[in-house]
Nanobody, 113 residues
């Protein structure tokens, strides 16, 4: 089973940007869709972006127009470019397939002044 390691999180001021990376332990070429998820304190994990194998991305309304997901199958890596960050984007961010219950450690994103 392919495992994922997220990185790139940090502390950023409102309006700032971050780029998250998700490195897979194996090939993601045959994975039809990858998801970026986030979990804020006291809240359920939510799906914020889906990136298909062909590079088509679908977003939750809460991040549409601000986040851009992409994937590099040759590097077995998935990305999430986050712009115009808001305090409500504060969460631990994870990447995963759409049907796995095995989760990595995630990467913390904190948006605060």
């Amino acid at each position: 089973q392919v495992q994922f390691v997220e990185s790139g999180g940090g502390l950023v001021e409102p309006g700032g940007s971050l780029r998250l990376s998700c490195a897979a332990s194996g090939s993601i070429f045959s994975i039809p869709a990858m998801g970026w998820y986030r979990q804020a304190p006291g809240k359920q994990r939510e799906l914020v972006a889906v990136i298909t194998s062909g590079g088509i991305a679908i977003y939750a309304d809460s991040v549409k127009g601000r986040f851009t997901g992409s994937r590099d199958n040759a590097k077995n890596t998935v990305y999430l470019q986050m712009n115009s960050l808001k305090p409500e984007d504060t969460a631990v961010y994870y990447c995963n397939t759409l049907d796995s219950d095995s989760w990595g450690q995630g990467t913390q994103v904190t948006v605060s002044s």
